[in-house]
């Protein structure tokens, strides 16, 4: 009997618990991949937008965007861990250890470090932590998250419960290893749109950032691909039409890195996403939603042994079809308004 060549996805029974995942396939970003990025989202930091700026203030070049590096780690975990998923739930302790140039390859493994069968039987909750490599074997990326998976057979019997403890957030002396020393004297406050330095926020600060984009069908698909994410629910309109929504759904990265192309228009000199302390996907996006996007400041931190850039921890909220002027989040009764699509907590590195 020959064997089944093609790949039909991991079923929640089939996780097992310290599993380890290689991931197909290597991939080597590129410029193209950086200008296709900037197509897609059209961000504006100064340190990933010019090798001139980033070399003036300690970069050997600009660096690739910090969430196209992220979402090509993700991209390459799709095929083995969300193939067969409802839905991508959330993030824990993520950092970004390392810059990613043009050039680089990437290559990811994962751990599955929880499995809990949800009550209806028929799905379950896989916790994986993924690690990204460059072609050196330097980690330059790592995350926990959690995915619920369907199960196959939904009278296979449920595995022991294991749900691991994550950090509520990464800690300060954590951060910012995946920036140089920095010669701030160098920093052109005009050049990069925004005069506004770590020392100028504080705790509490609210900030709508203002704009809005819209997102169209081949726009999400187009940026999906780039990351070489297969997920069956962002591109079969053919199946999902028979779905629980009727159509695809928008890769949750891409309101991810839209929302943070749009926090620019305040958070400017914002460079670098140091780390992801945790994230969730409220709610879905479709093609024709128009988002927008605020953040709260949470934290303030100095990075030890650093005295040129200091580290705000932000929430970041994306919305759907309503302006943020009136800063939707969470009603009364702690649930969170109809419009709000994104809860993402992040650390982010700025000059001193």
């Not at 861990?81 to 409802?86: D, H, V």
């Not at 928008?250 to 958070?267: D, E, H, K, P, Q």
């Amino acid at each position: 009997m020959k064997a089944n060549k093609t790949n039909p996805g991991n079923f929640f029974e089939d996780f097992k618990f310290g599993q380890v995942l290689t991931h197909a396939t290597p991939r080597t970003v590129t410029n193209g991949d950086a200008a296709l990025y900037m197509s897609l989202y059209g961000p504006r930091f100064a340190v990933q937008s010019s090798d001139a700026f980033a070399k003036a203030i300690g970069y050997p070049q600009a660096p690739l965007d910090d969430l196209l590096a992220f979402h090509v780690v993700f991209g390459k975990t799709v095929p083995d861990i969300s193939l067969n998923a409802i839905a991508n739930l959330g993030y824990a302790g993520g950092r970004f250890l390392k810059p990613v140039y043009p050039g680089d390859t990437i290559s990811t493994t994962s751990e599955v470090i929880g499995l809990k069968e949800n009550s209806n039987g028929e799905t379950g909750t896989v916790y994986v932590r993924s690690t990204g490599r460059n072609q050196n074997g330097d980690v330059v990326i790592e995350y926990a998250r959690w995915v619920m998976v369907r199960k196959r057979d939904k009278a296979a019997p449920a595995p022991e419960a294991i749900v691991p403890d994550l950090p509520d957030r990464v800690a300060p002396e954590d951060l910012g290893q995946a920036v140089p020393k920095l010669d701030i004297g160098r920093y052109d406050f005009a050049l990069a749109g925004s005069p506004f330095r770590w020392g100028d926020y504080e705790v509490g600060e609210k900030i709508d950032h203002v704009d809005g984009m819209t997102l169209e069908e081949a726009e999400h698909q187009m940026a999906t691909r780039l990351y070489q994410n297969t997920a069956k629910v962002h591109f079969n309109q053919h199946t999902e039409s028979k779905g629980r929504f009727g159509k695809r759904i928008i890769y949750g990265g891409v309101v991810i890195s839209l929302a943070r192309a749009l926090s620019f228009n305040g958070l400017g000199n914002a460079f670098h996403v140091a780390a992801i302390n945790a994230g969730r996907h409220v709610s879905p996006c479709f093609a024709g939603d128009t988002v927008y996007a605020w953040s709260e400041i949470l934290e303030k931190a100095e990075i030890p042994g650093r005295t040129d850039v200091g580290a705000l921890r932000t929430r970041l909220l994306a919305v759907k079809n309503e302006n943020c002027a009136a800063l939707p989040y969470k009603a009364a009764d702690g649930k969170y308004a109809d419009s709000v699509m994104l809860d993402l907590d992040l650390w982010l590195v700025l000059p001193r």
